[in-house]
């Protein structure tokens, strides 16, 4: 396996400075990182190295250099330049005086201490050069990335690995594929064809008109000639309303004459809609044709739970509305029904809110401006320029209301997130600055109106993600007349839109120790509220005032778990709990944390009465990287994820695997969920979080083929394989199941994904590849993509030769997967290119 070496270009201009001034750009900067495991696997150890290009002294005063990392430390063996934290995950390299000049030719280094480095993901980022004199120029720098750590034993191992799970999977012809996906409850098949073309009559009842004019709309994507109008013809396409139905159910009926879609609602017949779309051939989304066949067939069907969710991360990094609209097309056509919309946090605030024109001024752009009076600090490598396209933008209530009316028109509900009081640096920010105009204007009335922080407080704390700054104080009645003017906004946007709404989500996780404990104004409120007796109680204090402001407005809370609990001493130690004082309130809680010891937290909670969305982290948080490889993008604090980890999820019983593995001395007792608890799990949610999304093309990457394993089990029964798991005809039956799963995705749904809506970018799997007697094997997760190589080592092309059978293991050989666009995944290389 090769050795990384990643380069961090960014252009930049200086046609400013004086000739008299150092030139950055004449730098050579590196990152090396030298050792892992560090420190009892807990650290990393790295190198930097200034090297002076130029033909004058670089001085070692008068400038900082910038970049955003997880956590860095310090240097360790001391040097000219030290490190030090801004905030969050910004740093910043500094001269300290001990060496004055860099001579022209010569070169620095020192070594750093930075947490454990075990993916690409972990390399710094958007490093940039200021003038300690001139703050408000900032220039990109780019700096050499690289690692002469030893990875290559680890992904052998990997690749080895992969190839044995890829030889389990069992092939599936086509006729025996699932005919619709997600798995309906039953379905049998029938003889003959319906041929659809022109001259087919489209009728449906009068309240399905939406459905029927969106159902015609699809056709156009795959007929060159669709009726618009009703014809005389002696094929129909039927859909109907059938008040014995559930809502959300459907029958599908296609014979040689007829196709019938009914159902209770408006929304059972758009999910058969979506059936009889996956019917259709794969050649009919690629190219448009004159007819095409869909086989006879009954379907009845209906979803598991009515909480079918993706959550979306445009808060960290941006992405603009025709992603968004794009992805909403995605959840339509899987049934999905809730999008859960991050649109803040600390890192940036994304709507327009009229009245409150600081929150997108100056809170959806990030830039270098260390007063954060016009925008706020740089953060996942955007960089000082406020135009950065990710870093920076926000959606115009225009905007907003487009989304809200086309997710609605796709049976969508869009939750709306309000991060608070944690994670909400964005919004605190803005209003500061909103605060100082006002103050410079002598208006204090006006400047406190929607103040967010305690300006008397000195509290110390520091968030899991590095802010000192980033907690909404609940004692001030601006943040209440903040956090209502926001909501009556939603609320009109709502409205204006037609689109439902019932909750709005305010967050709730996060919130570090060490907050709100030297605030004179939660002094007060303790002193003079006799509900609340410690600063830790000001967590009910805050959820119980937000809780009646939207019941006021006939809307419930949503929120991650930690609204539904509160700390409490155990064992002498503070321990977050399930607190039942809200439990009746119809809170609806996203739980993620099902690391130890909160392994069970979600079925606690669903005991004690809340409504539980299963959002657990291990299995469902797509931007965690697929597989432990050092070149694979994504995070890995909550384990990996891969297609598998939603896939063999079991909602009511996701610990039953946890409980097989550990010892009878060892093992934990864990709560099982009840049957009032089991009515309390209202369904499931994939987060994708953006801390690393730059783009379309990587939001989609981490995106798919995950989803599908998530919306599989939000949708379909139990599999035949949930119940014990020590047995044979268990790991028969998961088999069989798996390979049927991924016989559906590479035959039918990713090659349809290759042309649906322009396409989707998701990940083709790396080469499964294994020494076997001296013979290479290699091989691939989905049936159909074609496997190229070079025996140069190079990077294999489209055009590269097609590996049709095992290579005698004397080569250099280099092995890629392409889809059947001929799009490439990542190559892996049987002897590792080595770069010191």
Known sequence: MRYLTVFLVLSFCINTWAQNRFNPNELKLEWKIIRQNTNSKKETLVNFTVVNGSKIDFPLKGWTVFFNAGDVYDNIKGGPISVRHINGDLFALVPNGTLKVIPAGKSVEISIVSRAAKNITDFPKGFYWAWDDQNSSAIPLKVKMETVVDVNEEERKLADEIYTQNRAIVGTSKDQLMPVFPTPVHFTKGIGFFYLDKTVRIVADKQLNNEKKYLIKEISKVLKNVPEKDVDGRKTIELRLDPSIADDAYQLQVNTAKITITSGANTGVFYGIQSLKSLMPLAAWSKKGETLNIASINITDEPRFGHRAFMMDVARNFQPKKTVLKTLDLMAMYKLNKFHFHITDDEGWRLEIPGLPELTAVGAYRGHALNEQKEILPAYGSGPSRNNKTGSGYYSRADF?????????????????????????????????????????????????????????????????????????VALPSTYRFLTKITDELIAMYKEAHAPLNTIHFGGDEVPAGVWEKSPAVRAVLNSNSTVSSVDEMWYYYFNKINLMLKERGLYLSGWEEIGLRKTLVNGKKTMIVDPRFASENFHVDVWNNQFPNEDLAYRMANAGYKVVLSNVSNLYLDLAYNTSYFEPGQYWGGYVDVDKPFNFIPFDYLREKRQSETSTAARVYEKLTEAGKNNIVGMQAPLWSEIIKNQDQFEYLLLPKLFGLIERAWAKDPAWAGPIDSLTYKQAYQKDWSNFINVLAKKELPRLDYYNGGYNYRIPTVGLKNENGLLMANIRFAGFDIRYTTDGSEPSIKSKIYTHPLVADGNYAFRAFNRLGRGGRTIFSIPKITK
């Open 401 to 473: 209301v487009e989304i809200l009316k086309y997710a609605t028109a796709n049976h969508i509900e869009v939750i709306t997130e309000i991060e608070t009081p944690g994670h909400a640096r964005a919004a605190i920010k803005a209003m500061d600055a909103r605060y100082q105009y006002y103050k410079n204007r002598g208006e204090q009335q006006n400047a406190t109106a929607y103040l967010l922080r305690d300006t008397a407080d000195r509290s110390i704390y520091r968030s899991v993600q590095g802010f000192n700054d980033n907690v909404i104080n």
